[in-house]
């Protein structure tokens, strides 16, 4: 057999294996972008809420009252869902 007959049953072979792996590879690759982006998301609505009854709880003259402990809670929550939503822009109603 000729080296150009070789060639050509190389490449008969391997090009679609290599399309096939580019696929699989560049899926990959934005599957791993698309996790980063929401695990960025979820981690800065949680500082927010965070944030938010550390505000919450340190401006409450009645920390002791359950209620307002309650309240402080209710709010972090509030918050941490209004920026899931602003996150992914989406409106909460």
């Known amino acids: 057999m000729k080296y150009q007959s070789l060639a050509v049953i190389f490449i ?3 090009l679609p294996i290599s399309m096939v ?6 899926n990959q690759v934005k599957t791993l972008e698309l996790q980063i982006s929401y695990d960025t998301k979820l981690t800065n609505a949680t500082y927010d809420a965070l944030k938010a009854f550390q505000l919450n709880a340190f401006n409450s003259s009645t920390s002791d009252i359950a209620n307002s402990k309650l309240r402080d809670i209710e709010a972090s929550v509030n918050t941490f869902f209004n920026s899931m939503a602003s996150n992914f822009n989406m409106a909460r109603i």
């Open 12 to 14: 008969i072979i391997m």
């Open 21 to 26: 792996l580019t696929s699989y590879v560049q």
